[in-house]
């Protein structure tokens, strides 16, 4: 298939584009790496009268690193989250989760941006945002906003995103001493996830003192397992504390239907994906490979 017609527009300042989407926020789409979108369109589930290319606005794709936290432009390539030396040594968890988005072409296109604002509810970087408490700074004409990962995902493909907005920038504090842990499944590499996990916590001599840990694939949108953390936190780790806060995942997440992947079957493999992240997270080897 092919998409309707619609118009193209380049930008050449975030100025003018944010004004180009105010004046008709309805038809406009942003286009940042298009991965996604693309796709959409083709298939013409979107119909937009214009396309605004964001790509020539270079003050999107910029890296900033403070003492305390990271911010990455929303036009910050999934390869380069993947291969910059300081994404790798600053935030481990989004650069190992950065690797295992589609393949080499998608990810020297796709944006963290535009992979945040798509929400697909199986994409590995709405539950790193998630695991790693980040902030999603979005922009409109009018006004700057800043979103709490955790309210920005509303539902299947769904964001706080409101009409004439785009997301400028995400920003990842940067804790001390944190361990990171971070698996999914697929059924074919490039394939997006059938279920996975993304966890990052702290030690406080031989206990857990903090975790945050976030799943993807296995519901309408990436989640924070908050009833396991609970199970985690103040714990000596050991296999069956894993085991222990896996067995509640079940309750936690709410999987989609579909003929070929039962919920059944998806329930059970979010909870073999925690175990792994949590696994790798604390330096265990997990039971299933022994």
């Known amino acids: 298939m092919y998409p309707q017609p619609f118009q193209y527009k380049a930008t050449e300042s975030l100025e003018e584009a944010l004004d180009i989407l105010a004046q008709a926020p309805e038809e406009v789409r942003p286009l940042a790496g298009g991965q996604s979108l693309i796709a959409i369109l083709n298939l013409q589930l979107a119909q937009p009268a214009c396309l605004l290319d964001l790509n020539p606005l270079q003050e999107l794709a910029t890296i900033r690193y403070?003492?305390?936290?990271?911010?990455?432009?929303?036009?910050?390539?999934?390869?380069?989250?993947?291969?910059?030396?300081?994404?790798?040594?600053?935030?481990?968890?989004?650069?190992?989760?950065?690797?295992?988005?589609?393949?080499?072409?998608?990810r020297n296109r796709g944006t963290l941006g535009g992979s945040l604002a798509h929400a697909d509810p199986a994409a590995?970087?709405?539950?790193?945002?998630?695991?790693?408490?980040?902030?999603?700074?979005?922009?409109?004409?009018?006004?700057?906003?800043?979103?709490?990962?955790?309210?920005?995902f509303q539902g299947y493909y769904t964001t706080a995103l409101e009409p004439g907005e785009i997301v400028r920038a995400v920003r990842f504090p940067l804790p001390v001493s944190t361990r990171y842990g971070f698996a999914e499944l697929v059924y074919r590499a490039n394939d997006f996830a059938i279920a996975g996990a993304a966890v990052a916590l702290q030690m406080e001599e031989e206990r857990i003192r903090e975790v945050r840990l976030a799943l993807f694939g296995v519901a309408d949108r990436p989640l924070r397992a908050g009833e396991a953390e609970e199970i985690l936190r103040g714990e000596t780790p050991s296999f069956e504390l894993l085991q222990e806060a896996a067995e509640r995942i079940t309750g936690i997440v709410d999987p989609p239907e579909e003929e070929e992947i039962p919920k059944s079957y998806r329930r059970q493999m979010a909870q073999v994906m925690t175990r792994r992240a949590l696994a790798a997270a604390l330096g265990l080897e997990p039971q299933e490979s022994r």
């Open 124 to 152: 590995e970087l709405g539950a790193v945002a998630l695991a790693l408490g980040a902030t999603v700074q979005v922009q409109s004409k009018e006004r700057t906003r800043f979103i709490p990962a955790g309210e920005f």
């Open 66 to 106: 403070e003492e305390e936290w990271v911010e990455l432009g929303a036009l910050v390539r999934h390869r380069t989250l993947e291969t910059d030396a300081g994404i790798r040594e600053r935030l481990p968890l989004l650069a190992q989760a950065a690797g295992y988005i589609g393949n080499l072409r998608v």
